[in-house]
């Protein structure tokens, strides 16, 4: 007995011992890899998916000086942020910087820890890729932060409160060689189309989760501007989705509407709260087109999509080198779009004037 | 070279939660869930004092502070564990939950950036003593150095801290509770310190997490006790053979070869995805290996 956990102890210090060597082999090997930008043969240590960029480097030796790496940290996975990487490399092909062609993205998920999208963003300084995006505020602050002392951009994007999170001062300017991109919502024009689809609602509803922040800025928003369109509001935070049939149902005791923001967690649980609100006959506003096709009333709220690729085109800005991130402003989409579900309403039976429904950039006939 | 020097401080970093979760996991034999609560306590208390704005030279009381913190935490859930008599399991998780709570209250918003407010890596006194101290070509090894020294601080004190005699009782109450009642001394108390130590040390850990990432956020507690653990098991499978080395110099070494591992698999080419199931399956093979589970069953027998 002895000797066989004498024998599986030798192996386990070789396998560490073995993955130390692979470690220290990966990196070296990655660090070749970016300094050899023409070099024609493959690095033996690199993975597949590296060995494919090295074949397209070499192949493309001529073109070395505008073919770019870029890494894209996301913070977490979800419809809205999946919608504006996207639409992110979308907006550097209108560009002319194509994936594929003269673009290489590496693209990471932080599944909603911090300690990975430390790791992420280090990577990606570490590969000394041409830009980083990062996609919501903890993957912004990370990126921002891993950057620090290189001339890498940082290009964030779906981060509601820049200057909150200290990636720009108070005028708008980057504290450094980061922008993007805000996915402020359109808290004024929200209300407005809520009061004009029902002109009696006297107290909306908000359920949030308490450990976004983008929420929390949203949220004292709302506070600040619901009393200037006759409404009053009530807010349950959460902390997990397990939470939220709960949270719904103490809401949906008090309001005559509830309206939905971006947030990470109760964007999962929609289903269930329409479910509940809709039972009662309360209805509930959305704050994305996504959330509209899957049967929130209405929506007067920014495109995700939209918002990528006016990010790519800022990024692609900076990878020309046209403009340095630390000289562009951290930019907002000024114009939201109303999207109606006209099954939604007949539901609830809640008539939508032709006013508004002229109004909508679309109108869903059916619930998805 | 970036990712090794990011691997060196983060896994350094984390090491000085590991000997926290050491203390717990292989000293008092108590699955203790408060970490995932006081990792963030730790960063949130740091990162409140930094942006209330502190002398330059006085940046690294956060720490202090954040270790109290956690060491009052740590406390709690041993009052509740030895007071209440609920178990070892539960009083944690209940520490854990109301600990969000807390966290909350201190920090006031979910996500506090540090980008503005001067940390223990970057402030006027610090690098004064470092212009002098290096050459500047050496300056990027700055907070490695200080993530370094930091740490060994923390192993070299609870190295002390183990041969009082209270450090004695606190190992014997993990190995033979009986011996410490025998001797006329009140187990729980000792079980009520030595969470209260272990606590403080990964708050301290927190604290030093935050000023490095530079925001505070209250998700970054979530899988601490996880890493943790993953640290000590490889710790002590590493170093089992090696007499020499002291086991917490041990666990120090699990946790930056961890974070390496980590690093590693990543650099491969691995979807982040992936990285959770990776991070369970490495536990359980090191587990498996190591036949621990095996031996306490048999002890316990």
Redesign the interface.
């Known amino acids: 007995m002895k000797k066989t956990?004498s024998a599986?102890?030798r192996?386990?210090?070789i396998?560490?011992m073995v993955?130390?060597v692979?470690?220290?082999t990966?990196?070296g090997a990655?660090?070749e890899e970016t300094t050899k930008t023409t070099g024609a043969s493959k690095s033996e240590m690199?993975?597949?998916?590296?060995g494919d960029t090295t074949g397209e480097t070499a192949a493309k030796g001529d073109l070395a000086e505008s073919s770019y790496t870029i890494g894209i940290s996301q913070f977490a996975?979800h419809g809205s942020l999946d919608n504006c990487r996207e639409g992110f490399i979308e907006g550097l092909r209108q560009a002319g910087i194509v994936e594929g062609e003269n673009l290489t993205v590496d693209y990471?998920?932080?599944?909603?820890?911090?300690?990975?999208a430390?790791?992420?963003a280090?990577?990606f300084?570490?590969g000394k890729v041409d830009l980083i995006c990062a996609v919501a505020?903890?993957s912004a602050?990370?990126a921002?932060?891993?950057a620090l002392?290189t001339d890498i951009p940082t290009i964030f994007t779906a981060v509601t409160d820049p200057v909150?999170?200290?990636?720009a001062g108070e005028d708008r300017m980057p504290?450094g060689n980061v922008t993007g991109t805000s996915d402020k919502l359109p808290v004024e024009a929200q209300l407005a189309m809520i009061r004009e689809i029902l002109p009696d609602a006297k107290t909306i509803g908000i359920i949030y989760t308490?450990?976004?922040?983008n929420s929390?800025s949203t949220i004292a928003e709302y506070e600040a501007a619901v009393g200037e369109y006759g409404f009053e509001l009530e807010t349950v935070g959460i902390?997990s989705i397990a939470d939220v049939p709960l949270a719904a149902d103490t809401l949906l005791a008090k309001v005559d509407c509830l309206n939905n923001l971006t947030d990470n967690t109760v964007v999962s649980a929609l289903p269930t709260i329409i479910e509940k609100a809709n039972a009662k006959g309360i209805p509930v506003f959305g704050s994305e087109v996504e959330q509209v096709k899957i049967g929130c009333l209405a929506s007067e709220g920014i495109e995700y999509f939209q918002l990528g690729v006016q990010t790519g085109q800022m990024a692609a800005k900076v990878l020309k080198g046209e403009m340095a991130a630390s000289e562009m402003p951290y930019e907002i989409i000024e114009e939201s779009s109303l999207y109606i579900n006209g099954a939604v309403a007949e539901k609830l039976s809640i008539e939508i004037s032709d006013e508004v429904r002229e109004r909508a950039t679309e109108f869903f006939t059916e619930i998805e | 070279m970036e990712v090794i020097l990011s691997v060196l401080c983060q896994g350094m970093i984390y090491s000085i939660m590991a000997l926290g979760v050491y203390i717990t996991y292989k000293i008092l034999d108590f699955p203790d869930m408060t970490a995932d609560g006081t990792f963030p306590l730790g960063a949130a208390v740091s990162a409140m004092m930094l942006t209330g704005g502190m002398g330059s030279g006085w940046t690294f009381l956060t720490l202090l502070a954040s270790f109290a913190a956690g060491a009052v935490a740590g406390m709690l859930t041993g009052l509740i564990h030895v007071k209440c008599k609920v178990r070892d399991l539960l009083a944690g998780i209940i520490m854990m939950t109301a600990l969000y709570t807390v966290n909350l209250r201190i920090s006031g918003k979910s996500n506090v950036p540090l980008f503005s407010s001067e940390t223990i890596f970057s402030n006027k006194a610090i690098d004064g003593i470092f212009q002098w101290l290096l050459p500047s070509s050496l300056n990027s090894y700055k907070v490695l150095i200080i993530i370094v020294v930091a740490s060994i601080l923390c192993k070299l004190l609870l190295d002390l801290y183990m041969k009082t005699k209270s450090g004695f009782l606190l190992r014997a109450t993990g190995d033979n509770a009986t011996l410490v009642t025998s001797l006329a001394k009140d187990k729980g108390l000792v079980k009520i310190l030595g969470l209260s130590i272990a606590n403080g040390l990964v708050a301290l850990s927190g604290g030093m997490m935050a000023q490095y990432q530079r925001y505070f956020d209250i998700t970054m507690g979530t899988g601490t006790v996880i890493i943790g653990l993953a640290s000590v098991i490889m710790a002590s499978n590493l170093m089992k053979n090696i007499p020499v080395i002291k086991n917490t110099t041990a666990v120090i070494a699990g946790a930056v070869v961890y974070r390496g591992a980590w690093a590693a698999v990543m650099a491969l080419g691995l979807d982040a995805k992936d990285m959770k199931f990776i991070t369970a399956a490495l536990l359980l093979i090191f587990l498996v290996i190591s036949m621990e589970r095996k031996k306490k069953v048999k002890t316990h027998a």
Do not use: F, H, R, W
């Not at chain 1, 308490?210 to 922040?213: D, F, R, Y």
């Open positions: 956990i599986i102890l192996m386990a210090s396998l560490s993955m130390a692979t470690l220290l990966a990196c990655k660090d690199t993975t597949e998916a590296d996975q990471q998920n932080a599944e909603a820890d911090t300690g990975l430390n790791q992420i280090q990577n300084v570490a505020t903890p602050q990370s921002y932060n891993a002392n909150a999170a200290e990636l504290v308490t450990s976004e922040v929390e902390s």
